[in-house]
């Protein structure tokens, strides 16, 4: 079978974790002053979320709403850093302000069937910049 994914990946969230953790050390300092469900209102775990859907909304935003707590969204560099980058040292991103290329058949070099390659120049030395062909059609 192919294109179906063998290991559904979940990623905690972090606000949950957070509430979590700052619950259990306020149960462990004063406790005795709280009724025993005092907290009952609050889910026992993070909530979860898939890789995908943080991938997709990382596409068009920065934060993500989680359901156990609509009025805080949560910074997708913290859930997912790895597929943003942001755990990578600064000096090996690209800076964007010296990144040059348009998407145009001009400057178009070649292609295929995963993605097109662009003439395009980085701190003013020529590059290659390979593009990749959306896997989700929108619409
Ligand atoms: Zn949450």
């Given at each position: 079978?192919?294109?179906?994914?063998?290991?559904?990946?979940?990623?905690?969230?972090?606000?949950?974790?957070?509430?979590?953790?700052?619950?259990?050390?306020?149960?462990?300092?004063?406790?005795?002053?709280?009724?025993?469900?005092?907290?009952?209102?609050?889910?026992?775990?993070?909530?979860?979320?898939t890789?995908?859907t943080c991938?997709?909304?990382?596409?068009?935003?920065?934060?993500?709403?989680?359901?156990?707590?609509?009025?805080?969204?949560?910074?997708?560099?913290?859930?997912?850093?790895?597929?943003?980058?942001?755990?990578?040292?600064?000096?090996?991103?690209?800076?964007?302000?010296?990144?040059?290329?348009?998407?145009?058949?001009?400057?178009?070099?070649?292609?295929?069937?995963?993605?097109?390659?662009?003439?395009?120049?980085?701190?003013?030395?020529?590059?290659?910049?390979?593009?990749?062909?959306?896997?989700?059609?929108?619409?």
């Open positions: 079978m192919y294109g179906l994914p063998l290991v559904r990946r979940f990623i905690p969230c972090s606000l949950c974790t957070n509430m979590m953790t700052q619950r259990n050390s306020m149960k462990r300092s004063v406790s005795m002053e709280f009724p025993p469900n005092f907290h009952a209102a609050q889910p026992p775990r993070p909530y979860n979320f890789l995908p991938a997709a909304t990382a596409l068009n935003f920065e934060t993500i709403a989680c359901p156990y707590h609509p009025d805080k969204v949560v910074s997708l560099q913290h859930l997912i850093p790895d597929l943003l980058m942001a755990d990578l040292p600064r000096h090996l991103l690209v800076d964007p302000s010296q990144f040059k290329f348009e998407a145009r058949e001009s400057q178009r070099i070649g292609g295929g069937g995963s993605g097109e390659v662009y003439h395009g120049t980085y701190r003013n030395e020529a590059v290659a910049v390979k593009t990749f062909h959306s896997t989700t059609q929108a619409g």
